[in-house]
T-cell receptor
Framework: QKEVEQDPGPLSVPEGAIVSLNCTYS??????FMWYRQYSRKGPELLMY????GNKEDGRFTAQVDKSSKYISLFIRDSQPSDSATYLC?????????????FGTGTRLQVTL | EAQVTQNPRYLITVTGKKLTVTCSQN?????MSWYRQDPGLGLRQIYY???????DKGDVPEGYKVSRKEKRNFPLILESPSPNQTSLYFC?????????????FGPGTRLTVL
């Protein structure tokens, strides 16, 4: 079983839709939760960062972490064609095997006009 | 401009021919890392470096070497490439290791080994 599971998609939605992207994980030592966005032929870029449980909002993007369920989500409101990319969840802890960044496999999102 | 650069961006080579992929960052970051990205497997760490002259294996180090002689540079060396090393490679850096520090990624190097 992988430490981080992420549905690879692809996920296709019409412009303006609300998008929900999710990851589950098994290592309870993870404390830092991130979403990276990767456009085609580019390197990943940090989109959202959350420490421990809770919600964080930044414009059209909301990140949620539920440590009790080992489940994290990224919501995109009013999705735009420019949001078309692969979204990678990533997690990190402080000690032992959790002290390095562990990525999900990524979900490819296509927002259509 | 703060950035991580990699060269070459694309490389086609043959089995057994030694190659080096360079990585450089201009942000004075201590932590640098190499990843490979494969369909269905995501980003997997190959090697990382906590600082100059300090390197360690990641999840998939077999067949790769690295060195960190200067803070800004972290080259990836394939002494005898094989077809299973055909992949998309990313170098990344962050100010420090751990603690949720943002990693900055290079543009990627697409390597094909025939």
């Amino acid at each position: 079983q992988k430490e981080v599971e992420q549905d690879p998609g692809p996920l296709s939605v019409p412009e303006g839709a609300i998008v929900s992207l999710n990851c589950t994980y098994s290592n309870s030592a993870f404390q830092y939760f991130m979403w990276y966005r990767q456009y085609s032929r580019k390197g990943p870029e940090l989109l959202m960062y959350t420490y421990s449980s809770g919600n964080k909002e930044d414009g059209r993007f909301t990140a949620q972490v539920d440590k009790s369920s080992k489940y994290i989500s990224l919501f995109i409101r009013d999705s735009q064609p420019s949001d078309s990319a692969t979204y990678l969840c990533a997690m990190e802890g402080n000690t032992g095997t959790a002290s390095k960044l562990t990525f999900g496999t990524g979900t490819r999102l296509q927002v259509t006009l | 401009e703060a950035q991580v650069t990699q060269n070459p961006r694309y490389l086609i080579t043959v089995t057994g021919k030694k190659l080096t992929v360079t990585c450089s960052q201009n942000m004075n970051h201590e932590y640098m890392s190499w990843y490979r990205q494969d369909p269905g497997l995501g980003l997997r760490q190959i090697y990382y470096s906590m600082n100059v002259e300090v390197t360690d294996k990641g999840d998939v180090p077999e067949g790769y070497k690295v060195s960190r002689k200067e803070k800004r540079n972290f080259p990836l060396i394939l002494e005898s490439p094989s077809p299973n090393q055909t992949s998309l490679y990313f170098c990344a850096s962050s100010l420090y290791a751990g603690g949720g520090d943002e990693q900055f990624f290079g543009p990627g190097t697409r390597l094909t080994v025939l």
